[in-house]
C-alpha cells in the first residue's frame, strides 16, 4: 500500500478546524443565558484571579501549553502528559515584607501536587486562597465594634488520563467558599458566608510529533453563590479557551 506523503498534515489540519469549531460552540454554550453588562455580575473575585506568573504573564493564554500540577487548575486534559511523578508548585503574592509574612498579609496563595496512578492517569489537588486585608468594622457612630478577615478559597481534586497517545482528557470537582463578613458585624445579622460547587473539563492534544498543543477548556459549571435565601445567587464567572 502506497503511503500519501500529505496524509499526516491534511488530518492535522482538520484536526485543528474541528478543535476550533468545538471551542467556539463551548465558548457559545458557556455564556448562554448570562446578561450582558458594562459590569460583571458574578460572585467569587478569587476566580478573577488565576494563579502562576507564567500564566499570567501570557494574558492567561495557558490552556494549550500548560504542564505540571498547575493543569489542575488551567487544563486538567494535559495531567496524563506530566513527566515528573509526584509534581508540585506553589505561588503567593503578600501585602507586606516577606519577614513579617501572617494570615492577613498573605493575599493570594495557590499550591498544587499531582501523582502518576498508573501509566495513562494522573490525580491532583490544589487550592486556591485569596483575601481582602483585615477590616474593622463600625456602627452608625463610628464605634468599633469588630474586625474580620474576608476571604475566598478554593479547594480542587483533578483527574487526567490519556485516551490515545496523542489526547489527554481530565475533570476537576472545586469547592468555592466565600466569607466575607461575620453575622456580628452586619446590618441584618446575616452571615455573610456562602458555598458553590463548580466543574472544570479539558482536553489537550499533541499534533504534528509533539510539536503542535492544542488545549480545549471549560470552567466553573456549577451552581451560583447564595448569601440569602430570599436574593437570587451570584452566577460564578464560567468561561471556555
Request: one cysteine or more; proline letters at 6%; charged letters at 15%.
Amino acid at each position: 500500500m502506497n503511503e500519501c506523503p500529505g496524509y499526516e498534515s491534511v488530518l492535522t489540519g482538520r484536526l485543528c478546524a474541528f478543535l476550533c469549531a468545538v471551542s467556539l460552540v463551548a465558548a457559545s454554550i458557556a455564556t448562554m443565558g448570562e446578561p450582558c453588562s458594562a459590569g460583571s455580575q458574578a460572585g467569587a473575585n478569587v476566580l478573577h484571579s488565576p494563579p502562576t506568573a507564567r500564566a499570567n504573564g501570557m494574558g492567561r493564554a495557558h490552556v494549550g501549553v500548560v504542564e505540571g500540577a498547575d493543569a489542575a487548575w488551567w487544563n486538567p486534559g494535559a495531567l496524563g502528559f506530566i513527566e515528573s511523578d509526584p509534581s508540585g508548585t506553589v505561588t503567593f503574592r503578600n501585602f507586606g515584607p516577606i519577614q513579617r509574612l501572617s494570615a492577613d498579609m498573605l493575599g493570594h496563595l495557590f499550591a498544587a501536587g499531582a501523582a502518576r496512578v498508573g501509566e495513562q492517569t494522573a490525580i491532583a489537588g490544589s487550592v486556591l486562597y485569596f483575601n481582602y486585608g483585615r477590616q474593622v468594622a463600625t456602627d452608625f457612630s463610628g464605634r468599633v465594634i469588630g474586625d474580620f478577615l474576608p476571604y475566598e478559597v478554593v479547594p480542587t481534586i483533578s483527574i487526567g488520563t490519556l485516551v490515545s497517545e496523542k489526547v489527554g482528557i481530565g475533570a476537576s470537582l472545586k469547592v468555592i467558599h466565600v466569607f466575607l463578613a461575620p453575622p456580628s458585624v452586619t446590618r441584618y445579622g446575616n452571615d455573610g458566608r456562602a458555598t458553590a460547587i463548580a466543574l472544570d473539563g479539558g482536553m489537550m492534544v499533541h499534533a504534528s510529533e509533539g510539536r503542535v498543543q492544542i488545549g480545549l477548556a471549560f470552567q466553573n459549571a456549577g451552581s451560583g453563590l447564595s448569601f440569602r435565601d430570599d436574593e437570587p445567587a451570584d452566577p460564578l464567572p464560567r468561561a471556555s479557551s
